[in-house]
């Protein structure tokens, strides 16, 4: 089961920052957040990814929060083309567990509308 | 372009056919999987080769058969296909496995099973 809980849809202005929320209050010390988009039919997408600092790439910026146990994902000027599934995931090296496996939950639908 | 392709992008088969599903990198990576999505629910991990060893299998049925010849490319073999095998079949491939970096997702090949 995936250890993340995101809400199932969002609608965002074209042209806004669009904040897509995840919760992973169970994560362990050596687990990252990732983050994951799929627009339709096509294979996911890799985002940014972190541990506890915050991130930024072209893509986006992630938050972490200080706990760990939540995080935001914000792409700063949403376009029509960022109409996508957005997955936020939790993996690492865990003894006995998956090691480095992507574990998909059924993710965000952000709508981005004109 | 992510530097992982897949072929063929759609594929018909009956359930009696033997076809087999073919996925290339060309990023150098030593980790190559195999996950399947089916309509209205989450991707699932199916397989995972590391250094062409094959370090994890899901619960997959055995008509459904992998292959990693190499580093660069992985197979899966199709045989005696049921209908509700009809799903987007996924490759992707990261750096190393176990290990902590992003996956690259290739195209898909969207099986039907007649």
């Known amino acids: 089961d995936a250890k993340t809980t995101q809400p199932p849809s969002m609608d965002c202005a074209e042209g806004r920052a669009a904040n897509l929320p995840c919760n992973h209050s169970t994560i362990s010390g050596n687990e990252y957040v990732y983050w994951y988009r799929q627009i339709h039919s096509q294979g996911p997408q890799y985002i940014i990814h972190?541990?506890?600092n915050n991130e930024t790439n072209e893509m986006a910026s992630l938050i972490i929060t200080e706990d760990r146990k939540s995080s935001t994902l914000i792409l700063p000027h949403a376009t029509l083309r960022d109409t996508a599934v957005y997955y936020c995931?939790?993996?690492?090296?865990?003894?006995?567990?998956?090691?480095?496996?992507?574990?998909f939950g059924k993710g965000t639908k952000l709508s981005v509308k004109p | 372009e992510t530097g992982v392709t897949q072929t063929p992008r759609h594929l018909v088969m009956g359930m009696t056919n033997k076809k087999s599903l073919k996925c290339e990198q060309h990023l150098g990576h030593n980790a190559m999987y195999w996950y399947k999505q089916s309509a209205k629910k989450p991707l699932e991990l199916m397989f995972v080769y590391s250094l062409e060893e094959r370090v994890e299998n899901n619960s997959v049925p055995s008509r459904f058969s992998p292959e990693c010849p190499n580093s660069s490319h992985l197979f899966l073999h199709l045989h005696t296909l049921q209908p509700e095998d009809s799903a987007l079949y996924l490759c992707a491939s990261s750096q190393e496995n176990p290990g902590v970096g992003e996956q690259y997702f290739g195209p898909g090949t969207r099986l039907t099973v007649t």
């Open positions: 995931i939790v993996s690492g090296l865990n003894y006995g567990g998956s090691q480095g496996n992507l574990i």
């Open positions: 972190g541990l506890k």
